[in-house]
């Protein structure tokens, strides 16, 4: 799929493709109560299965004002939310699907997607390890960045949906780099930093302690800061730092960025103190790309007045905002 950098939509309100992601999961959900708190605030199309939408709806007492842009591609037969199923895998991969046709057609300006099954997806034969990595094959964007954020932290990961065994093998003095740079860029276009400071964690505990406890700081990590602050003379680039004192630092507006070595070193901290507002941003996209900060939930599927839309919430303003920012640079 080609997809080109299309000029934003000079409209007054931002237009918003939003999926339903796995229609077994809470994404129905969560998208009907999201935009009953947020209709006003964009233009939105919402993207999945018109039945679902409205079954949730009813029970939730909910009344649908926003365009639907139905796939019709879950027999009702099908429908048995909470659990993983082929067939949710398929439909959530086909709404992204069209998703990024709207894109294409510049007839959306950003995306939010709710959370999927990578196990479904997987089991309906799409190898990919989440949407970040779909996204990335679709576009032909390799070097797409994962920024994890709540309102109190914000945080870069140089590595993404992998074991902990191959973290070490993944990473490369170049890798660290390109990561930085981008970060810094994501921090200017999408949120209007002007002068970015960073905190780079280590991979092991205490950041190696200088090369006691692991190689990977002095070997890594070390030259590409240090390269790194030659290049980008002035700027706030620290590290590498042991995670629990860059986070901390962060926290106390020291950094305006994490630079987080693997998947869970930001996740916990996030989760800690703020799940209801994170946030998963995909940078390096034709578009912005938002995505709430939490699974499908298949427990509480069938228990919709459970499900908290909170985090989509937060997703949905952050895409607004960001591609308002990227409007204006």
């Known amino acids: 799929m080609s997809l080109k950098n299309n000029p934003i939509s000079k409209s007054s309100k931002i237009r918003v493709a939003l999926t339903i992601g796995d229609p077994l999961g809470i994404g129905p959900v969560i998208t009907l109560k999201a935009l ?4 006003n605030k964009a233009n939105f199309t919402i993207i999945g299965s018109r039945f679902v939408l409205e079954k949730k709806a009813k029970e939730l007492g909910i009344k649908i004002t926003n365009e639907i842009l139905d796939l019709d591609n879950l027999a009702k037969k099908d429908f048995s939310p909470g659990k993983i199923d082929v067939n949710g895998g398929r439909a959530s991969i086909e709404y992204l699907g069209k998703a990024l046709e709207l894109l294409v057609k510049n007839r959306a300006d950003c995306l939010v997607t709710c959370p999927i099954s990578k196990e479904a997806i997987n089991q309906a034969g799409f190898k990919f390890s989440g949407h970040t990595e779909y996204l990335a094959d679709k576009t032909n964007r390799k070097d797409l960045l994962m920024v994890l954020l709540n309102d109190k932290l914000k945080f870069s990961l140089l590595t993404r949906h992998i074991a902990i065994k191959g973290v ?46 692991g190689k ?56 800690l103190t703020g799940a209801e507002t994170g946030v998963n941003l995909t940078y390096g ?29 937060a997703a949905i303003k952050l895409a607004i905002k960001c591609t308002l920012n990227r409007r204006k640079a």
Request: glycine share 4%; charged share 25%; aromatic share 6%.
């Open 216 to 271: 990977e700081e002095n070997r890594l990590f070390l030259p590409a800061i240090r390269d790194l602050k030659m290049k980008l003379r002035g700027m706030v680039i620290e590290g590498p730092l042991p995670a629990d004192v860059a986070i901390f630092r962060a926290f106390k507006k020291d950094y305006d960025c994490v630079i987080a070595a693997y998947h869970d070193q930001a996740l916990i901290p996030l989760k």
């Open 285 to 313: 996209l034709p578009f912005v790309r938002t995505s709430p900060l939490h699974g499908t939930a298949f427990d509480i599927a069938k228990k919709p007045h459970l499900a908290k839309p909170d985090s989509l919430v």
């Open 36 to 39: 009953k708190i947020l209709s």
């Open 168 to 213: 070490p093998r993944a990473l490369t003095k170049k890798d660290i780099e390109k990561n930085i740079l981008k970060s810094v860029e994501c921090l200017k276009l999408l949120f209007s930093v002007k002068e970015p400071r960073l905190g780079v964690c280590g991979l092991n505990p205490h950041a190696s302690d200088n090369g006691l406890i």
